[in-house]
């Protein structure tokens, strides 16, 4: 059996309800991260958590922030989790081991993946390589949003080859229809979809 690590996408007040750009079921999604890393901790060598990070208009971070017409909720969006503001924060039911590895992205750019992302304090070390050098072989993906960022991150998970697993339980979606796609494109590309109690 390999080493493996629990990535935790996105958990941030602007996904959660009340924020920029809320996600149904963001705060529930918080609330049980923390109770799956309190119980079962103990499975991960290593505990990763991603954050959108972006830059603040007029960066437009490369088209991602919609400006002069209506976001689509595809591929732009209203702005959101901009750096150092109190929506870019981790939800303030998720609690994170002391020694997470935290991850920043979309700084100026479109990033959904965590892979994209810039590991705080690897000295430009890809989150790849960082979760490489402790051993990983596996990952399970949590977070916001299941048909977005967790979806993304899981992917790209895949490609640089380690096995992953959506934990589903542990995730909400900003809509039916682009969940569907994305769960289908997962399970095409050989990542798990399971849920948390599954897991054992």
């Not at 304090?121 to 299941?146: M, R």
């Not at 992953?164 to 809509?175: E, F, N, Q």
């Not at 769960?183 to 849920?195: D, K, P, S």
Request: hydrophobic letters at 40%; glycine letters at 12%; a negative charge.
């Amino acid at each position: 059996m390999g080493t493996r690590a629990l990535i935790v996408v996105d958990v941030q007040e602007d996904f959660c309800e009340g924020g920029a750009l809320a996600v149904s079921g963001g705060n529930a999604v918080a609330r049980a991260v923390t109770d799956h890393v309190a119980q079962h901790g103990d499975r991960y060598a290593v505990v990763v958590a991603t954050r959108d990070w972006h830059a603040p208009l007029p960066d437009t971070n490369d088209g991602h922030f919609a400006v002069g017409a209506e976001p689509d909720y595809v591929s732009t969006w209203p702005v959101h989790c901009v750096a150092g503001t109190p929506g870019a924060r981790y939800h303030p039911d998720l609690h994170l081991p002391e020694r997470t590895v935290h991850v920043r992205k979309g700084q100026g750019r479109q990033d959904y993946s965590g892979f994209e992302g810039e590991v705080v304090g690897a000295g430009g070390t890809p989150l790849a390589g960082v979760l490489a050098e402790a051993g990983v072989t596996d990952v399970d993906v949590v977070g916001l949003a299941t048909d977005h960022c967790v979806a993304a991150t899981a992917s790209d998970a895949r490609a640089a080859g380690f096995g992953a697993t959506v934990l589903l339980d542990l995730t909400a979606a900003v809509a039916a229809p682009t969940t569907l796609r994305a769960v289908a494109r997962l399970a095409q590309a050989g990542v798990g979809l399971t849920t948390s109690g599954q897991t054992d």
